[in-house]
């Protein structure tokens, strides 16, 4: 968004996420930065909460286990 001159809604994108992702029932949503936080990524994991087969999604990284 800095690109197309509107840095500000970088920060609202991100909280984006949160709203999205954040409240997902079998799934919570993990992030230690973002680029709207000075961060050189936008990293998240999704990982399973209870129940079933445990593992974890993250960001360039792949499945996990």
Avoid: K
């Avoid at 409240?23 to 680029?35: D, I, Q, V, Y």
């Amino acid at each position: 968004l800095t690109e197309l001159g509107i840095p500000e809604l970088t920060g609202e994108y991100c909280h984006g996420d949160e709203v999205m992702y954040g409240r997902l029932r079998h799934l919570e949503f993990l992030r230690t930065g973002t680029l709207a936080q000075g961060c050189d990524v936008c990293d998240f994991c999704f990982e399973r909460r209870a129940g079933g087969h445990r593992g974890t999604l993250c960001s360039g990284r792949g499945p996990e286990t």
